[in-house]
């Protein structure tokens, strides 16, 4: 399903620099996520968003920041990043006028911080 | 806060064998049930979720899952899984209209021997 598409799909970095990894969405949702999944954890929200003006924290914001620059894409950016950052990062839309809540997921970031 | 318990971290069966994976959820009021699926390399792709109504819920791949409220448990069944069954499962939960975005348990990785 290429409705959510997340670039870049791997990625290696080292401590300290700047990463931002981006989301689109041709799905015309309102809503969108980003979660992280590492092993043996499951997946945890670290932001999402409702609307363009609308971003919110979640569980475990710390270290991240985002950018809803269109209804369609939603940016995450790692500010200075650091090893226990490396993990797979998921994008995730739905929408509202639908029910909102059922979310899909797009194909995943690999991230990698040495 | 909501939170998801899903007892088997990792499960071996063989082919044909019946299968329930177990999910607890942990939260005061109504809520919004789903098991996602992730084969190997893949993105997260939804099974089944629960609402409403009828407590016993059908999903794709001949996957369904039972509400117990009384229990607080959402578990996933298939009466005869294959080999392309193998994958990692996550039982999830949120509020209605989908505030918070989805709360995950860690997942079940299943493997099906042929």
């Known amino acids: 399903d290429a409705d959510v598409t997340q670039t870049p799909r791997n990625r290696i970095t080292k401590t300290g620099k700047r990463i931002m990894l981006e989301c689109s969405q041709t799905?015309?949702?309102?809503?969108m996520y980003w979660y992280r999944q590492d092993p043996g954890l499951g997946l945890r929200l670290i932001y999402y968003s409702f609307d363009v003006k609308d971003i919110n924290k979640g569980e475990i914001s710390d270290g991240y920041s985002v950018s809803r620059q269109a209804q369609a894409k939603f940016s995450l950016s790692l500010e200075s990043a650091i090893p226990n950052q490396t993990a797979l990062y998921f994008c995730?839309?739905?929408?509202?006028?639908?029910?909102?809540?059922?979310?899909?997921f797009g194909p995943g970031t690999r991230l990698t911080v040495l | 806060a909501q939170s998801v318990s899903q007892h088997n971290h990792h499960v071996i069966l063989s082919e044909a064998a019946s299968l329930e994976l177990g999910c607890n959820y942990s939260y005061g009021g109504t809520v919004n049930l789903f098991w996602y699926v992730q084969y190997p390399g893949q993105h997260l792709q939804l099974l089944l979720k629960?609402?409403?109504?009828?407590?016993l819920v059908k999903g794709i791949k001949g996957f369904e899952a039972e509400f117990i409220k009384s229990k607080f448990s959402f578990n996933l069944r298939k009466p005869s899984v294959q080999w392309s069954d193998t994958a990692e499962y996550f039982c999830?939960?949120?509020?209605?209209?989908?505030?918070?975005?989805?709360?995950f348990g860690k997942g079940t990785h299943l493997i099906i021997q042929p």
């Open positions: 799905k015309g949702h309102d809503r």
């Open positions: 995730a839309t739905s929408d509202q006028a639908r029910g909102p809540d059922t979310q899909y």
């Open positions: 629960y609402f409403s109504g009828d407590p």
């Open positions: 999830a939960v949120n509020a209605p209209g989908g505030a918070d975005g989805l709360t």
